[in-house]
């Protein structure tokens, strides 16, 4: 099993562009999340999923999108970027028995210019 | 909301030298997770405690969870440049995790 898959590891937008990071798990796990990590921040919650067709904002949801189409993929779009979304984003997922454990993609480190 | 808050915010110590981290939180929790997460790397889940006053060692690392599930504790003993890393409580509460914001520790062999 690859786990969790995130794309692109590096990316650099201009301000005002839009794109969007995807995730994917194959483990069959129905909660996924994203995360930001900045510097002295710890990690903090963007969206979440407990499943196809179910999201719901986390702590700092302002600027981004998700959706869940299938149990597989939880893409994050960010629909006109800024400076201050200038981060390392991470993809989790957890199983429904244990829906607090974490597993993480190897994150996507995003710069806005 | 939820707050967990986590100290110190770095630790250095020499190799061979205990380390301690603590977590608080805000309300009680009905869980409480540790995490790794190496220089350049993504968090990796170590532990999770669920009991009131539990108690789980795994090697030379010690996780205590409080008596009033509020707070926590990650205790190493004799470090190792291996242990490198900042280390992330995380707290569960009604439906989400909240995070700590980490305790950041260097060996210095």
């Known amino acids: 099993n690859a786990g969790v898959t995130q794309t692109p590891k590096f990316q650099v937008l201009k301000t005002g562009q839009s794109m969007t990071l995807q995730c994917a798990q194959d483990m069959n796990h129905e909660y996924m999340s994203w995360y930001r990590q900045d510097p002295g921040m710890g990690l903090r919650l963007i969206h979440y999923s407990v499943g196809a067709g179910i999201t719901d904002q986390g702590e700092v949801p302002n600027g981004y999108n998700v959706s869940r189409s299938t149990t597989e993929d939880f893409p994050l779009r960010l629909l006109s970027a800024a400076p201050s979304q200038t981060s390392v984003y991470f993809c989790?997922?957890?199983?429904?028995?244990?829906?607090?454990?974490?597993?993480f993609g190897a994150g996507t480190r995003l710069s806005v210019l | 909301g939820q707050q967990v808050m986590q100290i110190p915010q770095y630790q250095h110590v020499q190799e061979g030298e205990d380390f301690t981290t603590y977590c608080n939180s805000s309300t009680t929790l009905s869980n409480i997770q540790w995490y790794k997460q190496r220089p350049g790397g993504h968090p990796v889940f170590l532990i999770q405690?669920?009991?009131?006053?539990e108690v789980k060692k795994q090697k030379r690392l010690t996780f205590q969870f409080g008596e009033a599930k509020k707070n926590s504790s990650l205790h190493i003993t004799a470090t190792q440049t291996t242990d490198v890393g900042t280390y992330f409580c995380?707290?569960?509460?009604?439906?989400?995790?909240?995070f700590g914001k980490g305790t950041k520790l260097s060996v210095i062999p």
């Open positions: 995380a707290g569960a509460g009604s439906y989400q995790l909240t």
């Open positions: 405690l669920v009991k009131s006053g």
């Open positions: 989790a997922s957890s199983p429904r028995s244990e829906r607090y454990i974490q597993y």
